[in-house]
């Protein structure tokens, strides 16, 4: 079956830098993506990674090594307003575009 | 519209009894998922709709539930004879079908079974 992994919580001090890491076994790989979720509110893309390598996107940057099935987001600059949960989700098939999600890190800021 | 769009935002129905679940997808995406989210859970998926047919359907976790899509835009999902194991966030999403790397979400639909 299709499994992803990632931690369930994660807690950090406004202005560091965290690391949400994702393993993931699928019987396809189309590539690895990242949610923010807020309590309450809709999932939102953060990034996407195909190929191996790191993307960067402002304060975020998202990591993916197809060969050890893993990927990381990389959140900098940690404010108080990214405290929310984050999913990552892998695309397993080509004729399949829906993703199947992580449960999902929820990271705290703490001042 | 500008966004997903999905109604009821939150619904509380009696055990036993049907609910349909709407979603209004961003002008001009031709794909439509749904998924579902429990409490402190992931999203697990539902069904895709490309157009107005559903190439996966494989998500649906009973024949209770069934969606449909008319006019490649609005799609209902219906849940009958509703179980409190059904009570979730029913999440809608949306992409323009080619090349797709993001998906974008609505709101969701709390539904409460009691």
């Known amino acids: 079956g299709q499994s992803l992994e990632q931690p369930s919580e994660v807690t950090a001090v406004e202005g560091a830098i965290v690391q949400i890491n994702c393993t993931y076994q699928?019987?396809?790989?189309?590539?690895l993506s990242w949610y923010q979720q807020h309590d309450g509110g809709a999932p939102t893309f953060l990034s996407y990674n195909a190929l191996d390598g790191l993307e960067e996107t402002g304060r975020f940057s998202s990591f993916l090594s197809r060969s050890d099935s893993y990927g990381y987001l990389l959140l900098q600059e940690l404010q108080m307003k990214d405290s929310a949960s984050y999913f990552c989700?892998?695309?397993?098939?080509?004729?399949?575009?829906?993703?199947?999600f992580g449960s999902g890190t929820r990271l705290q800021v703490q001042p | 519209g500008a966004g997903v769009s999905q109604s009821p935002s939150n619904k509380v129905t009696e055990k036993g009894k049907d609910v349909e679940l709407r979603c209004d997808p961003i002008?001009?995406?031709?794909?439509l998922y749904w998924y579902r989210q429990s409490l402190g859970q992931g999203l697990e998926f539902l069904i895709y709709f490309q157009g107005n047919s559903a190439p996966d359907k494989s998500g649906l976790p009973s024949d209770r539930f069934s969606a449909e899509r008319t006019g490649g835009s609005v799609s209902t999902l219906t849940i009958q004879r509703t179980q409190q194991e059904d009570s979730a966030v029913y999440l809608c999403?949306?992409?323009?079908?080619?090349?797709?790397?993001?998906?974008?979400f609505g709101q969701g639909t709390r539904l409460t079974v009691v």
């Open positions: 699928t019987s396809g790989f189309y590539g």
């Open positions: 002008s001009g995406h031709t794909a």
């Open positions: 989700a892998v695309r397993d098939h080509a004729g399949r575009r829906a993703l199947t």
């Open positions: 999403a949306s992409s323009p079908g080619v090349g797709d790397t993001e998906a974008f």
